[in-house]
């Protein structure tokens, strides 16, 4: 049977277009990432410059360095997710990954009697996205082969959802001499008949493997001049990789002759995105008198081309060969909507900070951050293919508009006291969610991080130390359908509410010449 495609995630149970939604999050998703100075002091160098990190934020702070130098830096990322009544469990996941955080190499190209020249390459990560663990849970009612079996019911298998026809096809779903799904309530092969009625239940293991990262190089060119204005402009090119690969597997518990015979099946879906972008920023830091700094900086819309690919397939198992000839394990064929091509347009972003210095020891950085969430665009060009340009923006772009917010706000503070050849550092970042409040608790809510670190400074070379705690909650969508008399979205499977905290500690070397 030549199963039809469905464009992009239609094809998946998520349902309400929530997986186009997360989608497009990645590409907001900012992790409190650079050099060790940078995480220490919460991100707040608007108005600072003289950082790698910095100049990814306001390209003006290239021109504030005095000399030259090259740096790099290495992060260690420890995660924490607490989960509670998860099918009657609760518990704790933890995981672990060492991340590439910083590169960065600025030239300052001399001076004359009024300016002075740098140019700098520097590349940033952005956001983390690794994310792996494995969870179980018990007496499950209401089993993602009964709702594929009642959302298929009396149709001919080359009109179902791909996860349904993967179903069918490793024998979880049964279906008459006509391959139409059995509309009676005994469409799915396990269970027990208890007064007429197919009655059956699981206990659900659920693992999740999500890995990858967003990555922004920046080439930037800045301008002092009269030792108070600086100026800056930078090309930006980001990068995103992400692929989140999920087995849902149920046990179940209770099964009769063949063909509802099957014991277990694990369901597999995979989401695969790679994307490549570019943006251009530009900075202003004005310094009146030595003590204050004042910096500005605008970036433009990101404009990212997207890749994605989504997969799917059933293994199963069975008690008795569901029918003559069949194997007790099944499979079903790989299915993919094939891969896709489009394109992103996500908003600009303005920055504000203030700094000053107290006492020549003690230096406060204050920043504010403003990005219009609410004008993303998805759209095709001449480059794309396997979309519509009308799915996009009548079914797609509507969601976007409807789950994110008008406007989101960042502020971030970051202090650094200097004893000598040493310096310690803290800060503190909250990052509003990019949805709106109304639907934070189905998917993402604010974002806090404090911060801290220590540094040495012996001749050209700088050596630094931070660490950052960062706490937010997601609530994780684990299957949604859509329900087929009232055409709403249900939660097939429980959601997953995730209490998440994470430790990133940082280090970096940074030599001056």
């Known amino acids: 049977m030549k199963k039809l495609a469905v464009l992009l995630t239609m094809s998946l149970a998520f349902g309400l277009h929530a997986q186009t939604v997360e989608d497009v999050e990645l590409f907001h998703h900012r992790d409190l990432n650079g050099s060790p100075r940078f995480v220490a002091m919460g991100g707040a160098f608007t108005a600072l410059g003289n950082d790698p990190s910095a100049i990814g934020i306001n390209p003006a702070a290239g021109a504030v360095n005095q000399f030259s130098n090259l740096s790099f830096s290495l992060g260690v990322n420890n995660k924490y997710f607490d989960y509670t009544n998860f099918y009657q469990t609760n518990g704790t996941v933890e995981d672990f990954d060492i991340s590439f955080e910083n590169f960065g190499l600025n030239l300052s ?52 959802s791909n996860d349904a026809y993967a179903a069918w096809d490793a024998y979880i779903l049964v279906s008459d001499s006509n391959d139409n799904i059995l509309a009676d309530g005994t469409g799915f092969a396990y269970g027990e008949m208890i007064n007429g009625n197919l009655i059956a239940n699981s206990d659900l293991n659920y693992t999740f493997n999500q890995n990858g990262s967003a990555n922004e190089t920046n080439i930037a060119f800045a301008m002092e001049r009269e030792g108070k204005f600086y100026y800056g402009l930078s090309l930006g090119f980001p990068t995103l990789t992400y692929r989140r690969e999920e087995f849902i597997t149920e046990n179940l518990l209770n099964y009769s002759s063949a063909p509802y015979s099957a014991n277990q099946y694990t369901f597999r879906r995979l989401n695969d995105i790679s994307a490549t972008g570019f943006n251009f920023k530009l900075g202003f830091i004005y310094t009146p008198i030595p003590e204050f700094r004042l910096g500005l900086s605008y970036q433009s819309n990101s404009w990212y081309t997207v890749n994605q690919v989504y997969e799917t397939d059933i293994n199963a198992s069975f008690a008795e060969a569901p029918f003559s000839g069949v194997s007790t394990q099944t499979a079903s064929a790989t299915l993919t909507t094939d891969q896709y091509q489009y394109r992103l347009r996500t908003p600009s972003v303005f920055r504000a900070g203030l700094a000053t210095l107290l006492g020549k020891q003690f230096l406060l950085s204050i920043d504010y951050q403003y990005q219009s969430s609410s004008s993303n665009r ?136």
């Open 378 to 513: 998805l759209y095709t060009n001449f480059n794309s293919f396997n979309i519509d340009e009308n799915l996009l923006r009548n079914e797609f772009q509507p969601a976007l508009d409807d789950f994110y917010r008008d406007g989101r706000q960042t502020i971030a503070a970051g202090v650094e006291w200097k004893l000598g050849q040493f310096f310690v550092r803290g800060g503190y970042r909250l990052d509003q969610s990019m949805y709106k409040e109304g639907v934070q608790d189905e998917t993402l809510g604010d974002r806090r991080d404090i911060s801290g670190g220590l540094g040495y400074q012996h001749g050209p070379w700088n050596i630094s130390l931070s660490a950052v705690s960062t706490s937010y909650n997601r609530n994780q969508v684990i299957y949604r359908g859509i329900d087929s008399q009232s055409g709403e979205g249900i939660e097939v499977l429980q959601d997953l509410n995730l209490d998440t905290e994470f430790m990133r500690f940082v280090a970096g070397v940074t030599y001056k010449f």
């Open 109 to 160: 190209l001399g001076k004359n009697k009024d300016n002075r020249f740098s140019f700098a390459i520097s590349v940033n990560r952005l956001a983390d996205f690794n994310r792996n663990f494995a969870i179980n849970g018990l007496s499950n009612d209401y089993t993602l082969g009964q709702y594929w079996a009642e959302s298929s019911a009396g149709q001919n298998v080359d009109l179902i």
